[in-house]
């Protein structure tokens, strides 16, 4: 939510308080499709990694989640119509993005999910925009090249769940960048 927020004000700028308040609820409502699909599918990964998730903690279960998460699909097309062509855009962009991600499996390679990741960002604050205030593209772009070139610093703490689902992720894939994030019981080389 911050991230994407920053990203939006900062692109926009934001051009009234009302704006700002519709583009955070329009992000928040986003953001929930997007960890419903994730957790929908990552149960497994979850357990491991975060097993007081609604899933793994069996306070909900697979269809009840997938359920939601195509609820959740309905209520952000129907959100960004109010919005215009470039908000449903937006949203369709990151429904499609959230399906490679989560049921085609591009999160299982370094580059499918550096793929979807950007693709998933950028229609977070395209749409965030939209809604905020003016838009420049090239900002835009920088903003994606950011995302590109740091994302992978949030698989540092799932190592073992992505290894136990046969993920690769940088790493898994280059152990010598997992010296910040290594388990504290675990002794340095």
Same mark, same amino acid.
């Given at each position: %939510?911050?991230?994407? #927020?920053?990203?939006?004000?900062?692109?926009?700028?934001?051009?009234?308080?009302?704006?700002?308040?519709?583009?955070?609820?329009?992000?928040?409502?986003?953001?929930?499709?997007?960890?419903?699909?994730?957790?929908? @599918?990552?149960?497994?990964?979850?357990?491991?990694? @975060?097993?007081? +998730?609604?899933?793994?903690?069996? @306070?909900?279960?697979?269809?009840?989640?997938?359920?939601? +998460?195509?609820?959740?699909?309905?209520?952000?097309?129907?959100?960004? #119509?109010?919005?215009?062509?470039?908000?449903? $855009?937006?949203?369709?962009?990151?429904?499609?993005?959230?399906?490679?991600?989560?049921?085609?499996? %591009?999160?299982? #390679?370094?580059?499918?999910?550096?793929?979807?990741?950007?693709?998933?960002?950028?229609?977070?604050?395209?749409?965030?925009?939209?809604? %905020?205030?003016?838009? $420049?593209?090239?900002?835009?772009?920088?903003?994606?090249?950011?995302?590109?070139?740091?994302?992978?610093?949030?698989?540092?703490?799932?190592?073992?769940?992505?290894?136990?689902?046969? +993920?690769?992720?940088?790493?898994?894939?280059?152990?010598?960048?997992?010296?910040?994030? @290594?388990?504290?019981?675990?002794?340095?080389?």
């Amino acid at each position: %939510m911050l991230p994407i #927020t920053v990203f939006a004000c900062a692109t926009g700028p934001v051009q009234s308080i009302p704006n700002l308040v519709q583009g955070l609820l329009w992000i928040w409502l986003h953001l929930l499709l997007c960890n419903v699909s994730n957790q929908a @599918r990552s149960g497994a990964e979850d357990a491991i990694n @975060r097993p007081w +998730r609604p899933l793994p903690s069996g @306070r909900l279960t697979v269809p009840q989640a997938i359920g939601l +998460r195509w609820s959740m699909v309905c209520l952000c097309m129907l959100w960004s #119509t109010a919005y215009g062509t470039e908000a449903l $855009f937006a949203t369709a962009t990151l429904i499609t993005t959230t399906i490679l991600y989560d049921e085609l499996g %591009m999160s299982k #390679t370094p580059f499918g999910k550096n793929v979807c990741n950007i693709g998933g960002y950028t229609s977070f604050e395209f749409g965030a925009v939209k809604i %905020m205030g003016k838009l $420049f593209h090239v900002v835009l772009c920088w903003n994606g090249a950011v995302i590109f070139t740091t994302i992978q610093a949030q698989d540092f703490p799932d190592v073992q769940g992505d290894a136990a689902l046969g +993920r690769v992720t940088l790493p898994i894939y280059a152990p010598e960048c997992y010296v910040c994030a @290594r388990p504290i019981d675990q002794p340095s080389d």
